[in-house]
């Protein structure tokens, strides 16, 4: 579980650097994998022979959550403090350009479940993050730019995060007073 609020980012990134089985610290991964731009308009256009991977994570229009459970565990003060658990749903969007595109989306969509040590899936599951099984196929598109096109393919995988919240900062009764009534 995360904090309540997790910064899931960096998983996402390790685990496309996973899927590629590119060093996450080094220049071609930096070079390749991009978080999108959220004003489209100022955004940088590479050249259309090369390859380039934007993602980003939007949380789902029906962001009820999915399981919400409730502990009682002991603060720092020796208080019970319920501790609250919830998962919300995402989408994690991501768009392929260059001549590798469809090659790049498809590897990404296959290897992304892969578990264990140093893996995608374990990567994200330590941050908090599950990805949900068996996502569509990767659109493929030609995209105009100017007066040439440009490959591209978009894939969507729906994602589950875990928070983990403090329902309270005051305490709960831990022990229930004695109450003696006279009649």
Known sequence: MTSQSPDFHLAIFDALCACLNLDKNSREAINLIHEAYSETENAPQPPRNRNVIYWSVIQDSSSDPVATSQVMGAGTSGKNVPTVYV?????????????????????????????????????????????????????????????????????????????????????????????????
């Open 87 to 183: 998962t919300l749903k995402y989408n994690l969007y991501i768009v392929c350009y260059g001549p590798l595109c469809e090659e790049y989306a498809n590897r990404i969509r296959s290897l992304l479940y892969v578990d264990g040590y140093g893996f995608p899936r374990r990567i994200l599951r330590d941050a908090g993050v599950f990805p949900v099984p068996d996502p569509p196929l990767p659109s493929i598109l030609r995209e105009e730019e100017g007066s040439l096109w440009r490959q591209r393919a978009d894939l969507t995988v729906s994602l589950r995060v875990s928070y983990e919240q403090s329902a309270s900062s005051r305490g709960s009764i831990s022990v229930v007073p004695a109450v003696i009534i006279r009649r």
